[in-house]
C-alpha cells in the first residue's frame, strides 16, 4: 500500500542475499492490486557483495522464493549466511554475473560511483573494464547526475547501456525520491529488460510531459467480420504492427472512413 501512495507502478526488491520476503511480497502484491484496482508490480530481486563491489540480481515477476534461493545455492552462499549484509560471495564477479544471466536475471552495478562498494569507482583496471561489459544496468543515488555518470562510466569501459536512479531505499517512505521513469506498455520485467535495448528512448528522470497532439485510442466496429473486436492503439506506436490478414489495411480503411479522409495514392484507390 506505501508502494502504490508513492504513486509507483513498478518496484524492485532487491534484499541483501537473501530471498525470504519474496513468496510473501508477491501475495502482497496480488491482493493490493485486486483490493485497490491498481496495477503495481514488485519484481523479486537480490543484493549481492562480489569482489569487493555490489551487484544486484532482479528477477522476472514469476520468480518463486525457491528460484531465488536455487540461484544463491549457485552462487555459493549457504543459508545460514543469507540475509546478512556483511555476506560475501567467494566466487569471482563475472562468474557470478553469468550465473544471474544463465538464470534469467537482470544484472545490475548497484550505485555504481560508489568509492568503496560501485563498479565505476570500486573497481580499476581490467576488472572493471571485465564487468562493465558484462552488467546490464548501472545505478546512481538520487541527486547524481547522470549525464556526468554515464561519461564517467563510458571512459572506463561501460558499453552505453541503460543508468538508472533507484539505489538503496530502506523503507517504503523514501521509494518516491528514488525513481526513473520508464516507457513501456505496462510495468513489469519486459519493460525493465526493454530499457537494455533502447536505453535513450526508454529511461527518463523526471517526469514525462504529455503529448499536446490529438491520437487515436481505439476503434471498434459493430458489425461485419470485425464486429466487436477492438483495435486499441499504443500511444508509443505511430504504425500498425501484425502479420499477413491480421487486418491492418482493413484498420486503415476504417480509420480512413470514419474520418472522412481519401486515399493519397492512385494505385491504392480501387
Not at 567467494?90 to 536475471?105: D, K, P, T
Request: hydrophobic letters at 40%; a neutral charge; aromatic letters at 4%.
Amino acid at each position: 500500500e506505501m508502494i502504490v501512495d508513492a504513486g509507483l507502478e513498478l518496484v524492485a526488491v532487491t534484499d541483501h542475499s537473501t530471498a525470504e520476503w519474496v513468496d510473501p511480497m508477491r501475495d502482497a502484491a496480488r491482493n493490493v492490486r485486486k483490493r485497490l484496482k491498481v496495477n503495481v508490480v514488485v519484481l523479486p530481486g537480490v543484493e549481492l557483495s562480489v569482489a569487493g563491489v555490489h551487484i544486484t540480481f532482479v528477477f522476472s515477476e514469476d520468480t518463486k522464493q525457491e528460484d531465488v534461493n536455487h540461484v544463491l545455492s549457485q552462487l555459493k552462499i549457504p543459508p545460514s549466511d543469507r540475509g546478512r549484509r556483511d555476506t560475501v560471495c567467494s566466487i569471482g564477479l563475472q562468474e557470478a554475473i553469468e550465473i544471474g544471466h544463465n538464470n534469467g536475471a537482470i544484472v545490475i552495478g548497484a550505485h555504481c560511483l560508489s568509492q568503496r562498494t560501485g563498479v565505476v569507482n570500486g573497481l580499476e583496471g581490467k576488472p572493471r573494464q571485465l564487468a562493465l561489459a558484462d552488467l546490464d544496468i548501472l545505478e546512481l543515488k538520487p541527486g547524481q547526475n547522470p549525464i556526468d555518470a554515464k561519461k564517467r562510466a563510458v571512459d572506463c569501459g561501460w558499453n552505453g547501456g541503460p543508468i538508472l536512479v533507484s539505489s538503496d531505499s530502506h523503507t517504503p517512505l523514501t521509494l518516491s525520491g528514488n525513481i526513473s521513469w520508464i516507457k513501456a506498455g505496462a510495468p513489469g520485467f519486459l519493460a525493465l529488460k526493454q530499457t537494455l535495448y533502447e536505453p535513450s528512448l526508454r529511461v527518463a528522470y523526471s517526469a514525462p510531459v504529455t503529448p499536446q497532439h490529438p491520437r487515436l485510442i481505439a476503434l471498434e466496429t459493430f458489425d461485419g467480420l470485425y464486429a466487436n473486436t477492438p483495435f486499441r492503439f499504443s500511444p508509443h506506436l505511430n504504425v500498425l504492427i501484425g502479420g499477413r490478414g491480421a487486418g491492418k489495411s482493413a484498420a486503415l480503411d476504417l480509420i480512413r472512413f470514419v474520418l472522412d479522409l481519401p486515399i493519397r495514392r492512385a494505385e491504392h484507390r480501387g
